[in-house]
């Protein structure tokens, strides 16, 4: 029948096109000099659990595929997943790509392979059986002889299977995905990279300074930035002088739409010999020329080129003679005002000799401290001013020893070297002033560390991120300013005629000066409860133990007459009772509370400033407040900073603080330094400080730089948040 015959030439018809596009289909899979497949780093995995993906891309020679951004020419590649319910996609995660340079166009590529990574969950209430995953990949891949390059769109389908069942076990390719994921960029969050604008526009060009600290020298340095509709970072650096452990470029930035960027994201890239490595950074950019000074006060801000080592060793100097009036070093104050009334009948020369000896003690305590830091930094350690104070051994034995020190002033028992008197801390006499003097030198330093001041900040700040000989002048000099009121007066005695003249008073002052010291270890004692908790408390009860024996000792051994053996024995059985008592049973003093996710993200600690709204400061929050065009406030601050509770704090307590911050609508942002978290360290970091208290007032604009301070009074305060209102 016609009609029949009609049917057979159609269908003979179709059957040559199919054949047809089968063959052309093959012929378009051999032509592609990429070839694509789907891996996975499990054969079977749980319900609920997450499974690493990765599209395997192999090149060909001479021919490459792209990077998220791929510069100024290229395509990236995409995925279209074809997933059965269940089953999520998350974002591709890109290796690092190298840069290509070809005449005018600069773009950022992979060659021979890449594994693109892509992280797939699982939901909880999947059935346990196969699941077959589908995806279609589309990339450009561009390459070919020399002079005959071009481009070509390609796309391949790929699969695989999932088993999904009780347990995970790992698949053929789990090695091929650990070995990309080491290719990753690493989170730039801890390294404290920081952005600035170097200087006002040139038509839609302007100049980005970025910049970030590094431990070893890197002989490359550049940054790949992300794409963006808004702006686009030229892909050519410029390498600029920087201080020793930093990396300063200046990358070119050009507008394409609306206002300039508040915020840059990209890889900082550092290569020292063969190894490379990449930050993935998303960095506020400050306000263009220097940042804006701070309103009274020390103030200053990020971004600016870094001063002299010789202006660095002046604020060192200054930092450390302010810290004779904070409140930490007030107690060994007090003790060298005693000391002095001791050595006014003295020669001069002996005079002077105590001088140089207490000079000795501070500058051998920060020559000690000095090293340390070098020490650890040298094993991949990030410190800061005050570092010793986040451990917790080292609080428990400072609280006994100042504890001691105060019972010593009391005269519960005195310090005996040889079977001579010896009160380390306060007896300066001509016989045995010196070691007196030396140990007051010493006990200075370790208090004065818990503290910050002016200047100190920026000098420890620029010191911590330099060579090991920065680090040892810089902490001397702190050291000298330490000591330099004491020099001072020991080598001009007469200047001393204003103190009164030795007497039984002296006595009655030296028992005074005790509660100052108790009040120290109080405080200690008080910082405890970040590591211990409420069983920071059996401390004292363990104190009180050590106060009895060291009465027992002095009553009865020191000054008494009869069955001294016998007191002695008692007073070792009152401190071993103690001892396994109070600090082995009760406080467990070996184990520490260990900081968790949980501690970490708790909610705001006692340190906040009361009657205000304070967040959780983190980069996050930070980035958010400023979107909304509010004034932010930030205070950097630690419980075992004596500085940021007595003067910091109460400023941000007054009443005109409080109803200004309301007034202009400002976000309040806590820092809490106490267990020194990396992150807030970084921040820190990028305001060349390693110490606290810091106070950051960022301005409504998002554009505009904080202005910085490291001491302020509600005044300066007040004056500052108006600034930043406008």
Known sequence: MPGSSIYIYVGRLLSFLSAASVFLASASAQAAHTQARLVLAAQSAPAGDTVLAGIALRMDANWHTYWNNPGQSGGAATIDWQLPAGVAA?????????????????????????????????????????LNLKAKVSWLECGGEKGKEKCVQESASVQTALNLGPETKPSK????????????PQNGKRVGAHASWEKAAKGNLRPLILEWPTIAPAAEADFFPDASEQFEVQPITERLPADTGKIRLRAQVK?????????????????????????????PVDGSG?????????????????????????????????????????????????????????????????????????????????????????????????FQFNNPYFLVAMTTLVTLIALNLFGVFEVTLGSRTLTAATTLSAKHGAAGAFFNGLLATLLATSCSAPFLGAAVGF????????????????????????????????????????????????????????????????ILTLHYGERAWWLAIFL???????????????????????AALVTVVVLFIGYRYAMEGQLRWREPIRETKETNTAAIPKVAPRGLDWQKWSLEALAAARAEGRPVVVDFTATWCPTCNTVVKPSFESASVRNKLKEVNAVAL????????????????????????????YPRKPQEPPMVFDWVTPRILVKALDKAAL
């Not at 005449?103 to 209430?125: C, R």
């Not at 604020?315 to 107690?331: D, H, W």
């Not at 024996?549 to 016998?566: D, N």
């Open 90 to 130: 998350g974002a591709i995660l890109w290796p690092v790509p190298e840069k290509l340079v070809d005449g005018e166009l600069t773009t950022y590529i992979y060659d021979d392979e890449v594994v693109l990574l892509v992280p797939l969950k699982l939901a909880s209430d999947l059935a346990p059986g196969p």
């Open 173 to 184: 390719d789990t090695g091929l995905l650990a070995a990309w994921q080491k290719k990753l």
């Open 255 to 283: 507008k394409l739409a609306g206002d300039w960027p508040g915020r840059v994201s990209g890889l900082l890239i550092q290569k020292s010999g063969t190894e490379r490595q990449a930050y993935a950074v998303d960095l």
């Open 290 to 386: 220097p940042a804006a000074s701070a309103v009274g006060g020390s103030g200053s801000a990020a971004g600016v080129v870094a001063e002299s080592l010789w202006m660095k060793l002046l604020y060192a100097f200054l930092g450390g003679l302010i810290l004779n009036v904070m409140p930490c070093v007030l107690p060994v104050i007090a003790l060298k005002i005693l000391g002095f009334v001791s050595q006014a009948k003295d020669e001069p020369a002996q005079v002077r000799k105590l001088g140089l000896v207490y000079t000795a003690g501070v500058l051998a305590s920060f020559l000690a401290l000095a090293l340390f830091i070098i020490g650890l930094k040298a094993a991949g350690s990030k410190v800061g001013w005050g």
């Open 463 to 526: 010191a911590f991120a330099q060579s090991a000989g920065i680090i040892l002048v810089i902490m001397l000099t702190v050291g000298l300013g330490l000591a330099a009121p004491y020099i001072v007066l020991s080598w001009h005695p007469a200047w001393l005629r204003f103190l009164p003249r030795p007497g039984a008073w002296m006595e009655k002052f030296k028992i005074a000066m005790g509660f100052p010291m108790l009040a120290a270890a109080v405080w200690l004692c008080s």
């Open 544 to 566: 009180v133990f050590v106060a009895v024996a060291s009465w027992i000792y002095g009553e009865f051994v020191q000054r008494g007459s009869r069955h001294r053996v016998i």
């Open 670 to 697: 806590l820092a809490d330094y106490s267990r020194q978290p990396d992150e807030i360290g970084a921040e820190l970091d990028r305001f060349g400080r390693r110490a606290v208290p810091l106070v950051l007032v």
